[in-house]
């Protein structure tokens, strides 16, 4: 435990400093967590722009599950600390390896001894979200009083993370075998072969998204004749859309109310989920009880999906997809010079005869990148906050914010959305902006801006 010398070329300091990045990063998301965590038990009441879309009661229960949310994700950092030292200290990673080996002695082929630590490491990872889920049962529900409808029994959730481990290996057993084989065959530079291949897999799932949708996982209908229809006739020309290019999206997954504005080469359509049309645009008695009510009426909805048509206009998808490959390939630059770094593998536990390329992969990610994961996310969330207003600011300018205020505010009131949020966990913790600031935003463009 002590090392010889104070040098990352020393394996017993190289492991040290990995372990101290670790846990200063997740003691630094644990810091984030508490001020959240503080905020939620010091705030008394609604701001004065939301007290008429929610009640006492309902403002209760949003702070009920706001905090049981950040707790658990404070709780989360805190195990995944833990694990993450005693996989260092004690050895775990080759403690799997071995197993393997032991497994697959008569199969003297790295690529497939790789291909099953895969398999045994997706299950390790699931196994080490158990005591978190645990914790989270047995201390925080309780304390939390969690209703039991709002929570998954014990056993079902035991259950389906043997689902989980399935899935997991499903995915990503081929990507490593893709991996592994672009690293065998490309040479020195072979992340940038591995850059290229994520990029354009991306760039086609991309395409087939924006060209034939998402209908693998649900129905899509082209949007009836109606009142909503006759409202988006004089809001699709402005963004050069066609107006019958409107399509309802439903799937048996409970998606979040919200809509995509979608355009490619030739095609262009809007996308609206069922959960933010109102009543799901069904009759009432399909529905069950707290489904009545919920959505956007026309008007809310025209102004929601110009929003959505803003974001397309400013091209604010095409940019936050190049902005993350471009953070990508950096990661993967600076992952090709130090994956194969000896010393890495013997911080690890592993003799520095004979190491596996693949726990690299693991090594690199977990403890050498902490530093530039928390830069670059804070970077990407900040950018895709910033689109956020910008679009709110073209959605007040076509005349729509009063629209989207009521919009906000209904949302907010459907899914009982806690509205406070403390500025440094918004900075790596939220994609958007709370709607507390949206709305207050939007408030102050009203008076700035003449309707075009």
């Given at each position: 435990?002590?090392?010889?010398?104070?040098?990352?070329?020393?394996?017993?300091?190289?492991?040290?400093?990995l372990?101290?990045?670790?846990?200063?990063?997740?003691?630094?998301?644990?810091?984030?967590?508490?001020?959240?965590?503080r905020?939620?038990?010091?705030?008394?009441?609604?701001?004065?722009?939301?007290?008429?879309?929610m009640?006492?009661?309902?403002?209760?229960?949003?702070?009920?599950?706001?905090?049981?949310?950040?707790?658990?994700?404070?709780?989360?950092?805190?195990?995944?600390?833990?694990?993450?030292?005693?996989?260092?200290?004690?050895?775990?990673?080759?403690?799997?390896?071995?197993?393997?080996?032991s497994a697959?002695?008569?199969?003297?082929d790295?690529?497939?001894?790789?291909?099953?630590?895969?398999?045994?490491?997706?299950?390790?990872?699931?196994?080490?979200?158990?005591?978190?889920?645990?914790?989270?049962?047995?201390?925080?529900?309780?304390?939390?009083?969690?209703?039991?409808?709002?929570?998954?029994?014990?056993?079902?959730?035991l259950?389906?993370?043997?689902?989980?481990?399935?899935?997991?290996q499903?995915?990503?057993?081929?990507?490593?075998?893709?991996?592994?084989?672009?690293?065998?065959?490309?040479?020195?530079?072979f992340v940038?072969?591995?850059?290229?291949?994520?990029?354009?897999?991306?760039?086609?799932?991309?395409?087939?998204?924006?060209?034939?949708?998402?209908?693998?996982?649900?129905?899509?209908?082209?949007?009836?004749?109606g009142s909503?229809?006759?409202?988006?006739?004089?809001?699709?020309?402005?963004?050069?859309?066609?107006?019958?290019?409107?399509?309802?999206f439903?799937?048996?997954?409970?998606?979040?109310?919200?809509?995509?504005?979608?355009?490619?080469?030739?095609?262009?359509?809007v996308?609206?989920?069922?959960h933010?049309?109102?009543?799901?645009?069904?009759?009432?008695?399909?529905?069950?009880?707290?489904?009545?009510?919920?959505?956007?009426?026309?008007?809310?909805?025209?102004?929601?999906?110009?929003?959505?048509?803003?974001?397309?206009?400013?091209?604010?998808?095409?940019?936050?997809?190049?902005?993350?490959?471009?953070?990508?390939?950096?990661y993967?630059l600076?992952?090709?010079?130090?994956?194969?770094?000896?010393?890495?593998?013997?911080?690890?536990?592993?003799?520095?005869?004979f190491?596996?390329?693949?726990?690299?992969?693991?090594?690199?990610?977990?403890?050498v990148?902490?530093?530039?994961?928390?830069?670059?996310?804070?970077?990407?969330f900040?950018?895709?906050?910033?689109?956020?207003?910008?679009?709110?600011?073209?959605?007040?300018?076509?005349?729509?914010?009063?629209?989207?205020?009521?919009?906000?505010?209904?949302?907010?009131?459907?899914?009982?959305?806690?509205?406070?949020?403390?500025?440094?966990?918004?900075m790596?913790?939220?994609?958007?902006?709370?709607?507390?600031?949206?709305?207050?935003?939007?408030?102050?463009?009203?008076?700035?801006?003449?309707?075009?």
């Open positions: 435990m002590v090392p010889d010398a104070f040098s990352l070329a020393d394996p017993v300091f190289l492991r040290h400093i372990v101290i990045m670790c846990v200063v990063r997740n003691l630094f998301h644990v810091y984030l967590c508490w001020r959240q965590l905020l939620v038990q010091w705030v008394r009441e609604l701001p004065v722009e939301m007290q008429d879309a009640t006492s009661e309902e403002f209760q229960v949003a702070k009920i599950d706001e905090g049981y949310a950040v707790e658990q994700k404070l709780i989360a950092y805190v195990f995944d600390a833990i694990f993450s030292c005693m996989e260092l200290y004690f050895g775990i990673l080759p403690a799997l390896w071995r197993v393997i080996i697959y002695s008569i199969v003297d790295l690529i497939w001894q790789s291909i099953a630590f895969v398999g045994l490491f997706t299950c390790y990872m699931v196994f080490r979200k158990l005591p978190l889920v645990f914790y989270a049962k047995l201390v925080l529900e309780p304390f939390y009083e969690i209703s039991p409808d709002k929570s998954i029994p014990l056993v079902g959730l259950c389906s993370f043997a689902l989980l481990i399935v899935l997991l499903v995915g990503l057993i081929p990507l490593t075998t893709i991996f592994l084989f672009i690293e065998s065959h490309g040479g020195r530079y940038l072969w591995i850059w290229g291949f994520l990029f354009l897999t991306s760039l086609l799932l991309l395409l087939i998204v924006n060209l034939y949708g998402i209908g693998l996982i649900g129905k899509q209908t082209k949007l009836p004749a909503l229809n006759d409202a988006l006739q004089d809001l699709l020309p402005k963004f050069k859309f066609p107006t019958d290019c409107v399509y309802i439903r799937t048996f997954y409970a998606y979040n109310a919200t809509a995509y504005a979608l355009g490619c080469l030739c095609k262009r359509q996308v609206i989920l069922e933010l049309l109102m009543n799901q645009g069904r009759p009432e008695s399909e529905l069950q009880e707290d489904e009545i009510g919920r959505g956007l009426n026309d008007d809310q909805l025209v102004a929601y999906i110009a929003h959505e048509l803003s974001h397309w206009y400013y091209q604010h998808h095409r940019i936050a997809f190049f902005m993350v490959h471009a953070t990508l390939l950096i993967l600076i992952f090709g010079l130090c994956y194969r770094q000896t010393v890495l593998f013997e911080a690890a536990g592993f003799p520095s005869t190491y596996p390329p693949i726990v690299g992969y693991w090594l690199v990610y977990k403890y990148m902490p530093l530039y994961l928390t830069i670059t996310n804070w970077i990407i900040y950018f895709m906050r910033k689109f956020e207003f910008a679009a709110d600011k073209y959605t007040c300018q076509l005349g729509y914010s009063s629209g989207f205020i009521s919009a906000l505010l209904k949302l907010f009131s459907d899914y009982r959305i806690f509205p406070y949020v403390d500025p440094w966990f918004l790596w913790h939220r994609v958007k902006p709370a709607s507390l600031q949206r709305i207050r935003n939007l408030m102050q463009l009203q008076t700035s801006f003449v309707p075009v």
